[in-house]
């Protein structure tokens, strides 16, 4: 009829250019081939046999064990050029301490102490020994008997004559220690010596030597408020 009727619109049916009946299926391509030769497997006992250091390998005991430092050492000297008596030098570590030696023994003499050589300082045992040193012992005679010069003259007097004092001990304090009002020191002789006022004592301005057993020699003393504490040279503690 006319030109205003309904068109039905075409749908062109395209072909894939591929037939079904000619389609090639797809085939999966088999595993290609290295074109390397085939490794030789490697022949291995089971268990795998352990591997043995050799001796170069093997560590050093002495790593393992380090070795002690050897400290430096040092020697006291004892001398006793007055008396002529003998006693055994030390060998001391760097640090340690010197062991007050016994008393050496002379006729007629009291020992003094142990001084620094060609001083007047006695030696404190207490302290470490930081080098070599020499120590020097010291008498004082025996006697608290004046001594006159000349011991007679003429029955007509007029005679000048010399009073000489007993000698003086020549002890030196080689340590002290202050307490509440009173004070406490080694001597270079060993003993312990105090002055001041203390407990249940009357003042005493000049030094006393205490009265401790016969044959301790002290090395070091401390004092408190009413009380003192001293050690002897074999480490004995007292109070």
Known sequence: ?????????????????????????????????????????????????????????????????????????????????????????????????????????????????????????????????????????????NGDVWDLSPAQGPTAGHTLITLTAPPARTIRFSQFSAGYQYSVAVGSDGSIYHWGEMYGSDYNWQPSREDTPAGLRFIQVSAGYDHSLALDSEGNLYS
């Not at 002495?62 to 003998?86: C, L, M, V």
């Open 1 to 141: 009829g006319g030109g205003g009727g309904r068109q039905t619109p075409r749908v062109a049916k395209q072909n894939s250019g591929i037939s079904p009946s000619k389609a090639t299926p797809t085939t999966i391509p088999a595993t290609p081939q290295s074109p390397l030769a085939t490794p030789t497997p490697l022949h291995t006992s089971s268990p795998l046999e352990p591997v043995q250091p050799t001796a170069s390998a093997v560590p050093s005991t002495n790593a393992e064990t380090p070795q002690a430092r050897s400290a430096t050492q040092y020697t006291i000297k004892f001398t006793d050029t007055e008396g002529g008596t003998t006693t055994p030098d030390q060998t001391v570590d760097e640090g340690a301490q010197a062991q007050r030696p016994d008393d050496p023994t002379r006729p007629d003499y009291s020992f003094d102490g142990w001084f620094i050589s060609g001083t007047l300082t006695a030696y404190d045992f207490n302290q470490p020994v930081t080098g070599d040193m020499t120590l020097e012992a010291r008498w004082t005679k």
